[in-house]
């Protein structure tokens, strides 16, 4: 069974802080990893992720891949009050393109 | 842009109705992904369709189905609604053949009475 799991859970911190969200994952016949933010609404896309090592970096946040170790992190610098959302992490795999989220980590900035 | 389109936003339907919720995917998207997501819970994977045939299924309960019509759309039944079923149900639409990623709806509110 695909498992995708995400740490921490919950994260506090102030404004103006650097964050690492991480996304490991265990699945068959891997094809992407992607990174959602959700508010009160839709998660909204962020990154997605095929290949190893390779940044993607889009503004104040940036992700990068492991596929050998089977993870990725998701870095925002200097967050803002608007950053707080849950963060998704979901994986593509196996021969369909079903996606398998974690739990997903609910990120708060503080004033 | 056009965006993935659902219908209802919010839907209230007391126990044991029916309840069909509606998803318009952006155009020239082939695949259609459905998920349900209880509160403080991640998006579970219901059921997908890629051109109009269903292409992989979830934790799809017996009480549902679903289908992807010639336009693309898709509508997924709820039948013999249990107070269990309230949740968020978002689509999320992509275009397979150029492993795009799949971009979410808004999403339907269903809450069961």
């Known amino acids: 069974e695909d498992k995708v799991v995400q740490s921490p859970l919950s994260l506090v911190v102030h404004e103006g802080d650097t964050v690492t969200l991480n996304c490991s994952y265990e699945?068959?016949?891997?094809?992407?990893l992607l990174w959602y933010k959700q508010e009160k609404k839709a998660p909204t896309f962020l990154f997605m992720l095929t290949s190893s090592g390779i940044e993607k970096k889009s503004g104040r946040l940036s992700s990068i891949l492991d596929k050998k170790e089977l993870f990725s992190i998701l870095n925002i610098t200097a967050t803002q009050t608007g950053d707080s959302a849950v963060y998704l992490c979901a994986v593509e795999a196996g021969g369909n393109e079903k996606l398998t989220f974690g739990t997903g980590t609910r990120l708060t900035i503080i004033p | 842009a056009a965006g993935v389109i659902q219908s209802p936003r919010h839907l209230i339907k007391e126990k044991r109705e029916t309840a069909t919720l509606k998803c318009y995917p952006i155009?020239?998207?082939?695949?259609v992904y459905w998920y349900q997501q209880g509160p403080g819970q991640d998006p579970q994977f219901l059921i997908s369709?890629?051109?109009?045939?269903?292409?992989d299924k979830g934790s799809i309960p017996d009480r549902f189905s679903a289908q992807q019509f010639s336009d693309y759309h898709s509508e997924l039944n709820m039948s013999s609604l249990e107070l269990g079923d309230s949740a968020l149900y978002f689509c999320a639409s992509s275009l397979t053949d150029l492993n795009t990623e799949a971009f979410f709806g808004q999403g339907t509110r269903l809450t069961v009475v």
């Open positions: 369709f890629y051109e109009k045939m269903q292409s």
């Open positions: 699945v068959t016949n891997f094809r992407s």
């Open positions: 155009p020239r998207h082939d695949t």
